[in-house]
């Protein structure tokens, strides 16, 4: 298995743009996690999907963030409109979905937003 | 909540010694407190867990620690070796997803 796969690995836009993070859990995994990690705040869980049913979306910042999973292969993270203190390393995460089992991390995208 | 400190944020020591990362939780529930280490523009990666059973675990040159009654655990690196050098991140969790992350330790090994 390749691991978990995210695209762009990095992404430069201009402040107010649409930006869409893609990722791919491994798969059999049912546990799927965004992450963002700055250095201000560390690493914050964004939402968490199981069974490609959203759970959690408390971390979401606001509503110009948006997350979808619409089958067990991909998830998307979407902002609109972007702004500069989006920027940020964006990772993905799954799991097998058990308790007491490790996430994998995908590589990440770096967000650059000017 | 959970809350989870991480000390200390940056530690300094010499290559062959030892490193100890401490990490203390306030949710006397969480039982699954995982390990990770990120390497300058990498991905974390869990290096070893632990779970409310157990009072310690090691894997060669790291082990874990943990102590319910005071609501810690701790990373313990022997004989470090410059690819030690890494931020690791504890976490604590008391159910199937939601990790709470400590704040991370820059550990860096000299020469």
């Known amino acids: 298995d390749a691991g978990v796969i995210q695209s762009p690995r990095h992404e430069v836009t201009e402040m107010g743009q649409e930006v869409t993070l893609r990722c791919k859990p491994i798969?059999?995994?049912?546990?799927l996690f965004w992450y963002r990690q700055t250095m201000m705040r560390g690493l914050e869980l964004l939402i968490y999907?199981?069974?490609?049913?959203?759970?959690?979306d408390s971390g979401m910042p606001e509503d110009r963030f948006s997350a979808k999973m619409p089958n067990a292969s991909f998830s998307t993270l979407k902002i609109q409109p972007s702004e500069p203190r989006d920027s940020a390393v964006y990772f993905c995460?799954?799991?097998?979905?058990?308790?007491?089992?490790?996430?994998?991390f995908g590589q990440g995208t770096r967000l650059t937003v000017v | 909540g959970e809350n989870v400190e991480q000390h200390p944020s940056t530690l300094s020591v010499q290559e062959g010694d030892s490193a100890v990362i401490k990490c203390t939780y306030s949710?006397?529930?969480?039982?699954?407190f995982p390990w990770y280490k990120q390497e300058l523009g990498k991905r974390p990666q869990l290096i070893i867990d632990?779970?409310?059973n157990v009072g310690e675990k090691k894997d060669q040159r790291i082990a874990v620690t943990l102590n319910k009654t005071a609501k810690h655990f701790s990373l313990h690196i022997t004989e470090t070796q410059p690819e030690d050098s890494a931020v690791y991140f504890c976490?604590?969790?008391?159910?199937?997803?939601?990790?709470?992350w400590g704040a991370g330790t820059k550990l860096i090994i000299k020469p």
């Open positions: 995460a799954s799991s097998p979905g058990t308790v007491d089992t490790e996430a994998f």
């Open positions: 798969s059999g995994h049912n546990s």
């Open positions: 999907f199981n069974n490609n049913v959203p759970i959690d």
């Open positions: 949710d006397s529930a969480s039982n699954y």
């Open positions: 632990i779970r409310s």
């Open positions: 976490a604590a969790s008391k159910s199937n997803y939601q990790l709470i």
